[in-house]
């Protein structure tokens, strides 16, 4: 799981490049599957918001890094209201034939030791598993029905 002091998360999925490119830069979908973000625009440099919908109810703030449309997300991560830390997150995105592959890389995550025990490495490496490899492949299978 953790890579070069990295958490990795992948995972091949039948499901459309742009499908997924859209589940993680369109806020209307985001929401469904991922957070509610406040204030994101596909934009460089835009800062976006968010707080968990369960469990400790942390602001996370965000600012996108590098945008590479169809194939990279990059955005800081912080909590600053708790952590003087900075983290980056990394969407990147593989097209293999009908396949998609996705490897989501969170760096950075030791650095929110003056934050709360929350903020433990092992508590991302559970919730990335989480989102990426159950909400993501369930939030895709249930907009096969849609249509």
Request: proline letters at 4%.
């Amino acid at each position: 799981m953790q890579n070069n002091d990295a958490i990795e998360v992948n995972l091949v999925l039948n499901s459309p490049l742009k499908t997924i490119w859209d589940a993680i830069t369109k806020p209307e979908i985001m929401a469904k599957w991922y957070f509610k973000v406040q204030g994101f625009e596909l934009k460089q440099r835009c800062e976006f918001y968010f707080y968990e919908p369960n469990g400790e109810n942390f602001k996370h703030v965000c600012k996108i890094l590098e945008i590479d449309p169809m194939r990279r997300l990059r955005h800081t991560w912080t909590y600053p209201e708790i952590s003087k830390g900075v983290s980056i997150v990394s969407w990147d995105l593989f097209k293999e034939g009908s396949y998609t592959r996705i490897r989501l890389r969170h760096q950075g995550v030791e650095n929110f030791k003056d934050g709360s025990d929350a903020l433990a490495v092992e508590s991302f490496e559970a919730g990335w598993e989480e989102i990426v490899k159950k909400s993501l492949p369930d939030y895709l299978k249930s907009t096969l029905f849609d249509h």
